[in-house]
């Protein structure tokens, strides 16, 4: 079955980078576009970054642009999202989400929090 699993969370000072990474399996990964979403506890889950299935056409929320990159290796099976300059208002759980077979499937997430 279709399995997500995000890894490289963690605790980090304003200002910092983290390099979180989505695992695949159960599916073609290669033929499917990947996105990234986070969630503070008590809001709605938001969209961060997505990503093409060949790697084309990155596309980021206002509120991440310039300053996180998406990108996957297709022979791996793994989606990241590398996070530079990172803000308080970055701290949130994050989730890689794939569509297959007419559902969206998400990870288990991984948090992030940043703070001095």
């Known amino acids: 079955q279709v399995q997500l699993v995000e890894s490289g969370g963690g605790l980090v000072q304003p200002g910092g980078s983290l390099r979180l990474s989505c695992a695949a399996s159960g599916f073609t990964f290669s033929t499917y576009p990947m996105s990234w979403y986070r969630q503070v506890q008590g809001k709605e889950r938001e969209f961060v970054a997505s990503?093409?299935?060949?790697?084309?056409?990155?596309n980021y929320a206002d509120s991440v642009k310039g300053r996180f990159t998406i990108s996957r290796d297709n022979a791996k099976n793994l989606a990241y999202l590398q996070m530079n300059s990172l803000k308080p208002e970055d701290t949130a759980v994050y989730y890689c989400?794939?569509?297959?077979?007419?559902?969206?499937?998400w990870g288990q997430g991984t948090q992030v929090t940043v703070s001095s």
């Open positions: 990503i093409t299935s060949s790697g084309d056409n990155p």
């Open positions: 989400r794939v569509f297959v077979r007419f559902r969206h499937y």
